[in-house]
């Protein structure tokens, strides 16, 4: 019993919503008076995450991604297809053709 | 006189609203004056459709992690549900409530045909990967399924989200309907990059629509821009095209303030050289061709016009005596509170509402989502023709409405908004 009023006493007042300046680079230099009762919501000033967004880059999708993660991405040009993903790929002997391989019985997927 | 002012606020000590409990009081103080029909106002009070999705995306480790996106849909009566999606940790369905309630207003008063929503996941986007990014994203678009659509409700750029992150949410859509539906509903989200579909004029629209306002109110007034004087507070997207845009009429910016910083000059700073500045220095702390001033003597700048561009809540009762300007132009959003906007009016200050000035942005979303539609691509200087017959539009409607019933432009603008809802109610009444 005495272990459950512990549980449920005195909680740490928290400032539950901290607004958008929690996640805005700016917030360690930013100057502008700010109210901890009245969380910003909209700021034209917010500097927060900024993908690459090089005009033309191509979008890494999931699979890729993680092939790269494995390899250097010099290496994997080289392959087309299957041969890309698959953790054989370095060591392979299997004569693989230019345009590349999309039926291999040897294939294997990382795990 | 401005002390007397200030006593009186501060007699009475002010109670500090956040910026949608300001918009709620608004709201009712414009309700209660146009004699709003209390049925239409039960239905407005409350939310259309919460949708609450909790998913799961794989991080680079391999393991999955799980998190929760919020969609909310206010009002659809004028067309289909409209508004962005934001990603930061304090997302939560009552500010995502709020800022969708706002939407509604806000497309209601530039006259066009969406409604109001909001959205977002509660998520630190700076401690993930662009690769997790993407498939949080993604999988998030997947969670809403239905929810959202070209003719239902779309989604735009927000905190913590652009235009690569629209790119996703549109790819992501789009495989999930048939091939030949694929080039018909690509305006399931606005604010895309050019080459996928985004409309010109975007980046600049918010700004072009304050100047178009501050434009409108000048001739009505007799009053010559070309010298006159201005100070901004903000100097990001809307701020810097508000300066830029100014710049032709000869008006002279004596004062800005930013995140780092306020400077001042009363000979006049130039904007194209200030935003080179800023976007080298990340803000106008230090620019070499004007003052530092405190964010005191910043309030206190003598201008013509002072154009907040920046955040909520800055013209308040400890800053709005402060100001010695004849026009107040919000080019952001809630940058007036409650006791700010009694004291513009006992100072006889004119007001651009935030709702009306900074209506630009949707606007040209609207036309984005048009040109899609349409299968069209405007050039820049038929966006700007189009934006500018809108905003005079909407500040015409505003101004005769204030004078109609004898208010302020705030209660006006929010009287306007309100009654083409009303309209449509009364004309389709309630099924079944
Ligand atoms: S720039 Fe705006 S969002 Fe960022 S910390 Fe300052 S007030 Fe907050
Ligand atoms: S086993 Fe097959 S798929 Fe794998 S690298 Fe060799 S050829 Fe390519």
Same mark, same amino acid.
């Given at each position: 019993m005495d272990a459950v009023v512990r549980k449920i006493a005195p909680k740490k007042e928290e400032n539950k919503n901290p607004g958008i300046c929690a996640s805005c680079k700016n917030l360690n230099f930013c100057t502008y008076p700010r109210n901890q009762s009245r969380p910003i919501m909209q700021c034209e000033e917010f500097l927060g995450f900024e993908p690459r967004t090089k005009q033309g880059k191509k979008v890494v999708s999931l699979r890729l991604y993680?092939?790269?993660?494995?390899?250097?991405?010099?290496?994997?040009?080289?392959?087309?297809?299957?041969?890309?993903?698959?953790v054989n790929c370095e060591q392979c002997t299997l004569p693989r053709s230019e345009g590349g391989v999309w039926i291999c019985d040897e294939y294997m997927d990382e795990e | 006189m401005e002390l007397a002012i200030a006593d009186k606020i501060t007699q009475k000590p002010a109670i500090k609203r956040n910026v949608y409990e300001n918009v709620t009081q608004q709201f009712n103080k414009a309700s209660d004056l146009m004699d709003l029909d209390p049925d239409i106002r039960k239905i407005l009070a409350t939310t259309t459709n919460e949708i609450i999705v909790h998913f799961p995306a794989i991080m680079d480790n391999g393991r999955i992690e799980m998190f929760t996106g919020y969609r909310v849909q206010h009002n659809n009566v004028l067309g289909p549900y409209k508004g962005g999606l934001r990603y930061h940790p304090a997302v939560d369905?009552?500010?995502?409530?709020?800022?969708?309630?706002?939407?509604?207003?806000?497309?209601?008063?530039?006259?066009?045909? %969406?409604? @109001?929503?909001?959205? $977002?996941?509660?998520?630190?986007?700076?401690?993930?990967? *662009?690769?997790?990014?993407e498939r949080i994203t993604r999988r998030f678009t997947y969670a809403l399924n239905g929810n959202i659509g070209p003719e239902y409700d779309i989604p735009a750029p927000d905190v913590n989200t652009n235009s690569q992150i629209m790119a996703w949410i549109l790819d992501t859509y789009l495989s999930s309907v048939t091939p030949q539906e694929r080039n018909r509903s690509i305006h399931i989200v606005t604010g895309k990059p050019i080459a996928s579909g985004g409309s010109q004029g975007r980046d600049k629209a918010t700004g072009q629509g304050t100047v178009f306002c501050i434009e409108q109110w000048a001739k009505d007034k007799n009053f010559d821009l070309n010298n006159a004087t201005y100070m901004?507070? @903000? %100097?990001?997207?809307? $701020?810097?095209?508000?300066?830029?845009?100014?710049?032709?009429?000869?008006? #002279?910016?004596?004062?800005?303030?930013?995140?780092?910083?306020?400077?001042?000059?009363?000979? @006049?700073?130039?904007?194209?050289?200030?935003?080179?500045?800023?976007?080298?220095?990340?803000?106008?702390? @230090?620019?070499?061709?004007?003052?530092?001033?405190?964010? +005191?003597?910043? *309030?206190?700048? #003598?201008?013509?016009? %002072?154009?907040? &561009? &920046?955040?909520e809540n800055q013209i308040t009762a400890e800053t709005a005596p402060l100001l010695n300007v004849k026009l107040v132009a919000e080019g952001a959003n809630g940058p007036t509170d409650i006791e700010g906007d009694g004291i513009l009016q006992e100072k006889n200050i004119d007001l651009l509402p935030d709702i009306l000035c900074n209506g630009g942005g949707v606007i040209v979303s609207y036309f984005e989502? !048009?040109?899609?539609?349409?299968?069209?691509?405007?050039? !820049?200087?038929?966006?700007? +023709?189009?934006?500018?017959?809108?905003?005079?539009?909407?500040?015409?409607?505003?101004?005769?409405?204030?004078?109609? *019933?004898?208010t302020d432009w705030r209660t006006g603008a929010y009287i306007v908004a309100l009654s083409s809802i009303q309209e449509v109610y009364r004309t389709r009444g309630i099924f079944p």
């Open positions: 993680q092939a790269k993660t494995r390899k250097k991405e010099k290496e994997l040009s080289q392959y087309k297809g299957l041969c890309r993903y698959c | 369905i009552d500010e995502v409530r709020a800022l969708a309630t706002w939407m509604t207003w806000k497309c209601a008063i530039a006259g066009i045909p %969406f409604g @109001g929503a909001k959205g $977002g996941i509660a998520f630190d986007p700076s401690k993930h990967s *662009f690769g997790e990014m901004i507070q @903000g %100097f990001g997207n809307v $701020g810097s095209w508000a300066a830029k845009l100014l710049k032709p009429f000869g008006s #002279k910016l004596v004062a800005v303030e930013d995140h780092t910083g306020a400077i001042s000059n009363p000979e @006049g700073i130039d904007p194209d050289k200030l935003a080179i500045y800023v976007k080298e220095r990340k803000g106008v702390h @230090g620019y070499p061709a004007a003052e530092p001033v405190d964010h +005191e003597s910043f *309030f206190k700048t #003598k201008a013509d016009i %002072f154009i907040p &561009a &920046a955040l989502w !048009l040109q899609n539609k349409r299968s069209e691509s405007w050039e !820049l200087e038929e966006v700007d +023709e189009r934006l500018r017959k809108k905003v005079i539009n909407a500040y015409k409607k505003v101004k005769n409405t204030s004078q109609e *019933f004898n």
